[in-house]
């Protein structure tokens, strides 16, 4: 990607941060066109030593739609995943309801593969199964992944120094793929804006009664959502928004109380739920930095924007960076452009900014009107839903929201098959 001068960088693209979005960037750089020369370094602090094919208690699980599904793919991660018994669970249809009315009454919302012709609306996988197959991807593909912690950024006109436990690498653009408390995006003096909802997710994986027909069920509760998303082995993995009070009691409430209040507020959907493993909570806010890229650096997934759990896009989002920096790179570097050209990586801020912040603002309204909807404006929502359920074309729209094939795609989110 960049010439032979003698002060030639170490590395083209530095990326730190090997969570699934840095490590999936990382494989489509290195596999994607003129990816054999391309010199891409990935730092990680927290390098995971072996592949969890088994992992009990991957308790951060995710809903990847068909947009990522084809992303994966074409890091060449999807196929590695596939492969590992039971590690991909298929959502066939989706199933809403509100706080006062019966899961299956008349003001639900059942959104079904089916009606659109497609097999699934998409996947349940576990976050560190994610990115255990994108870091082997990487790796096989001729990346560099080392196990280490940033501490500082060095900028000057040609490159961009990386100061990580004691050593000095130097990359003609660093990717700032360190999530949410992103150290790159401080040291690049990049801002950012936080909203703290004052809420937290609590997470477990629960067995049911009842079978969970490969459906994701969710509650809007008029005091945060619940969802249930089927895994593979027939369990279903637990993402209750909460008002950080209540989230704390069921953290601290015995497995036996805690299984009571799930299963009620679940409406009884899936009969009786008990604990197929440990509680964890992760506190929730809106994050987003109002510039994604300066003069030799650049942000993706968390690092740039944070959006609330309820509709299960945080990663979505964040793998259409990932594809979207790669493809940018990609063809600035067929141009023969310095890839850490602040012209360059505007491109990649322009096409990915304005789809992440509708997609946060969008979340941010079902949270605030559906979720905690208690008032007159909730209630009108509520009723809107009960519509969209009663009409065969608005089903199939959101359906084909859900697939996250609308929007400006990146070329690895519109192929098939990869
Ligand atoms: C309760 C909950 C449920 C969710 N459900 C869904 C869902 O259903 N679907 C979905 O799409 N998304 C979901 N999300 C969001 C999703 O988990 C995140 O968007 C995604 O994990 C972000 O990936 P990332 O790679 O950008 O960041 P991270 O996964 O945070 O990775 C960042 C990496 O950077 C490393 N790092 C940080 N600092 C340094 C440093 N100084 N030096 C070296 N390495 C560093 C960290 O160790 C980490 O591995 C959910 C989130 C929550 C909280």
């Known amino acids: 990607m960049s010439g032979g001068a003698p002060d030639r960088p170490d590395f083209d693209v530095a990326i730190v941060g090997g969570g699934p979005v840095g490590a999936v960037l990382g494989a489509l750089l290195k596999r994607g066109q003129g990816g054999a ?32 599904e084809r992303v994966l793919g074409a890091a060449g991660a999807w196929a590695a995943l596939r492969a590992v018994p039971g590690a991909l669970g298929r959502y066939e249809r989706m199933h809403v309801w509100p706080a006062d009315g019966e899961p299956r009454g008349p003001g639900s919302l059942r959104f079904d593969a089916a009606e659109i012709g497609e097999p699934d609306l998409g996947h349940i996988v576990g976050n560190a199964r994610v990115q255990r197959a994108a870091l082997d ?79 994701a069920w969710q509650r809007f509760l008029g005091e ?40 009620a507020a679940s409406g009884g959907v899936l009969g009786a739920l008990r604990l197929a493993s440990g509680r964890a909570a992760f506190p929730l806010r809106r994050v987003r930095a109002p510039h994604y890229a300066r003069e030799r650096c650049v942000l993706v997934g968390d690092a740039a924007h944070i959006v609330h759990p309820l509709a299960g896009q945080g990663l ?40 992440n912040e509708t997609m946060g603002r969008a979340f941010d309204l079902l949270n605030r009107f559906l979720a905690f909807g208690t008032d007159p404006v909730g209630q009108l929502a509520t009723r809107g839903m009960g519509l969209v359920g009663r009409s065969a074309p608005l089903r199939g729209f959101f359906a084909g929201r859900a697939l996250g094939l609308g929007g400006e795609l990146p070329r690895a989110a519109r192929r098939a098959g990869a």
Do not use: C
């Open 137 to 215: 991807a990487f790796i096989e593909a001729g990346g560099v992944a080392e196990a280490a912690t940033l501490s500082a950024l060095e900028f000057d006109a040609g490159s961009v120094s990386l100061l990580a436990d004691g050593r000095r690498r130097r990359a003609s653009l660093v990717v700032g793929a360190d999530g949410g408390r992103s150290l790159v995006r401080r040291a690049a003096g990049l801002e950012l804006e936080t909203q703290d909802y004052q809420q937290a997710g609590v997470v477990a994986n629960l067995h049911s009664e009842r079978p969970h027909e490969h459906t």
């Open 224 to 263: 945060g959502t619940l969802a249930l998303l089927p895994l593979a082995d027939g369990t279903s993995s637990l993402v209750w928004s909460a008002p950080r009070a209540r989230a704390e009691a069921l953290l601290a409430a015995s497995p036996e109380d805690f299984e009571a209040e799930v299963t």
């Open 316 to 355: 979505n989002l964040g793998l259409m960076d990932a594809a979207a920096l790669a493809e940018v790179l990609e063809d600035a570097s067929a141009e023969g452009e310095d890839p850490g050209a602040l012209r360059v990586l505007r491109r990649y801020e322009r096409w990915r900014k304005g789809e």
């Open 37 to 68: 020369r391309r010199r891409v370094l990935l730092i990680e602090r927290q390098l995971p030593a072996t592949a969890p094919a088994a992992a009990p208690d991957d308790l951060r699980v995710v809903a990847l739609s068909r947009a990522s």
